[in-house]
């Protein structure tokens, strides 16, 4: 039998950061072990299965466990899923996820996986009305590289071959006419060709009977440890209230940002936590980590290394890894870590960092989400309210 194992090690054996064992024992997920004489923690093979049957239970669960939320009547759709960043945060907000449409192979793999009953499909140019379940909310954050300032180089805008499949999702959200629409994109999406192709987007919804509003969100302030901005566009069908409800909480002091209120949150995680440190060797790595890029994959220069654990005493430093990005966007544990594995190690990382890199973070699709259904509910309540008085009134006109 093994004895003291280090902390350091039992993560490794676990298969988690060292970050997310000290959690799981500060948070009571797992009961604590015993200490040495410096207090450092010990752990004995019994302590190691133990936690390993915890880590087993949770690591490919589904979304729906997480839910704090109890499951509502309303129904979404998710365009542009990606690894279903959106679809996590509506189904912890009680949503039911009714159809999920991904070109990617690897995405589509990720949503397999965690929505094995969820119909799907790839090509958004392929697609027609018929083949959509009717869903109360559609929800896309469609490709920002036509939009996004972290691409060197003029921004082909709506216009580009990537980007102007925000008129492909248009074309469908005409003739299904959802309740809801939600759109996430990088904040270049307001400013490329001098706002124009904003304007155009706004245009289009607007044509098509919605009332759209916006705001732009920064994950950091969701419990996301990391500066994550992007703009979140809402269109209600034909409901002018809505998408001021929804985005806004009347709720909120003038400027405050108080720790506890909605969007106010302190990271509920800091990078240091999800990386790992009590050696004195290393990390070294700031307490919120700069916004994660698809393109962090492919870069060899500084996209990656804004982001990196540095270890002063042996002088290395390393790249985060593609657990540690899941925990930079708060996804669950090893959600990108495919069961079944047909590509090699370097290959699967590579499409871990890229989808990671383009998903929307998903406390801020839950805050979203959790806005929407009770806006949903309201104007539900009032319907039901007017068919009520309808119902009272007439035996009264008859009479
Ligand atoms: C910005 S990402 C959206 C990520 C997603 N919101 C998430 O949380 O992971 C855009 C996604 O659109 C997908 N996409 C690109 N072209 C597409 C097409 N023709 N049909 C369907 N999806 C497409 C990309 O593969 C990518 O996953």
Same mark, same amino acid.
């Given at each position: 039998?093994?004895?003291?194992?280090?902390?350091?090690?039992?993560?490794?054996?676990?298969?988690?950061?060292?970050?997310?064992?000290?959690?799981?024992?500060?948070?009571?997920?797992?009961? !604590?072990?015993?200490?040495?004489?410096?207090?450092?923690?010990?752990?004995?093979?019994?302590?190691?299965?133990?936690?390993?049957?915890?880590? !087993?239970?949770?690591?490919?669960?589904?979304?729906?466990?997480?839910?704090?939320?109890?499951?509502?009547?309303?129904?979404?759709?998710?365009?542009?899923?990606?690894?279903?960043?959106?679809?996590?945060?509506?189904?912890?907000?009680?949503?039911?996820?009714?159809?999920?449409?991904?070109?990617?192979?690897?995405? +589509?793999?990720?949503?397999?996986?965690?929505? #094995?009953?969820?119909?799907?499909?790839?090509?958004?140019?392929?697609?027609?009305?018929?083949?959509?379940?009717?869903?109360?909310?559609?929800?896309?954050?469609?490709?920002?590289?036509?939009?996004? @300032?972290?691409?060197?180089?003029?921004?082909?805008?709506?216009?580009?071959?990537?980007?102007?499949?925000?008129?492909?999702?248009?074309?469908?959200?005409?003739?299904?006419?959802?309740?809801?629409?939600?759109?996430?994109?990088?904040?270049? +999406?307001?400013?490329?060709?001098?706002?124009?192709?904003?304007?155009?987007? =706004?245009?289009?919804?607007?044509?098509?009977?919605?009332?759209?509003?916006?705001?732009?969100?920064?994950?950091?302030?969701?419990?996301?440890?990391?500066?994550?901005?992007?703009?979140?566009?809402?269109?209600?069908?034909?409901?002018?209230?809505? #998408?001021?409800?929804?985005?806004?909480?009347?709720? *909120?002091?003038?400027?405050?940002?108080?720790?506890?209120? #909605?969007?106010?949150?302190?990271?509920?995680?800091?990078?240091?936590?999800?990386?790992? !440190?009590?050696?004195?060797?290393?990390?070294?790595?700031?307490?919120?980590?700069?916004?994660?890029?698809?393109?962090?994959? %492919?870069?060899?220069?500084?996209?990656?290394?804004?982001?990196?654990?540095?270890?002063?005493?042996?002088?290395?430093? %390393?790249?985060?890894?593609?657990?540690?990005?899941?925990?930079?966007?708060?996804?669950?544990?090893?959600?990108?870590?495919?069961?079944?594995?047909?590509?090699?190690?370097?290959?699967?990382?590579?499409?871990?960092?890229?989808?990671?890199?383009?998903?929307?973070?998903?406390?801020?699709?839950?805050? +979203?989400?959790?806005?929407?259904? @009770?806006?949903?509910?309201?104007?539900?309540?009032?319907?039901?309210?007017?068919?009520?008085?309808? *119902?009272? =009134?007439?035996?009264?006109?008859?009479?």
């Amino acid at each position: 039998m093994q004895k003291g194992i280090s902390q350091r090690d039992a993560a490794k054996i676990i298969g988690v950061s060292y970050g997310t064992l000290g959690r799981w024992i500060k948070d009571g997920k797992v009961e !604590d072990v015993a200490r040495d004489r410096n207090t450092y923690r010990i752990f004995t093979d019994e302590d190691i299965a133990r936690i390993k049957e915890y880590a !087993d239970s949770i690591q490919y669960s589904s979304p729906r466990d997480a839910a704090d939320a109890q499951p509502c009547p309303y129904t979404v759709a998710s365009f542009f899923a990606g690894i279903g960043g959106f679809d996590l945060g509506f189904e912890q907000a009680g949503f039911t996820t009714k159809f999920q449409c991904e070109v990617e192979p690897f995405c +589509l793999s990720v949503l397999k996986q965690h929505w #094995p009953n969820v119909p799907k499909w790839g090509d958004i140019t392929t697609l027609d009305n018929a083949t959509i379940p009717i869903s109360d909310v559609w929800v896309g954050g469609f490709p920002c590289q036509d939009l996004s @300032l972290a691409r060197m180089g003029q921004r082909e805008g709506l216009r580009g071959t990537k980007s102007r499949l925000f008129h492909e999702f248009a074309g469908l959200v005409g003739e299904s006419k959802p309740r809801v629409l939600v759109l996430e994109n990088v904040a270049g +999406l307001l400013s490329s060709h001098g706002g124009n192709d904003f304007s155009i987007l =706004l245009q289009t919804l607007a044509e098509l009977g919605y009332s759209v509003g916006w705001r732009t969100l920064n994950s950091r302030y969701f419990g996301v440890p990391q500066s994550r901005q992007r703009v979140y566009i809402v269109g209600c069908l034909g409901d002018r209230r809505g #998408p001021g409800a929804i985005l806004f909480e009347s709720e *909120r002091g003038a400027g405050s940002t108080e720790e506890g209120r #909605p969007n106010g949150k302190k990271p509920a995680s800091t990078l240091p936590a999800i990386v790992g !440190d009590i050696s004195g060797d290393g990390p070294v790595i700031q307490s919120v980590a700069y916004c994660l890029y698809a393109t962090s994959a %492919r870069h060899t220069g500084t996209d990656w290394s804004r982001n990196y654990a540095c270890y002063p005493k042996s002088g290395r430093i %390393r790249r985060l890894t593609p657990a540690e990005c899941e925990g930079v966007m708060t996804f669950p544990a090893n959600w990108t870590k495919l069961n079944e594995l047909h590509l090699d190690t370097e290959q699967l990382d590579s499409a871990r960092y890229h989808a990671l890199g383009n998903a929307v973070t998903p406390p801020v699709a839950h805050w +979203l989400a959790k806005r929407i259904r @009770l806006y949903l509910e309201m104007v539900d309540g009032e319907k039901a309210k007017r068919q009520t008085r309808t *119902r009272q =009134l007439v035996p009264e006109l008859v009479g």
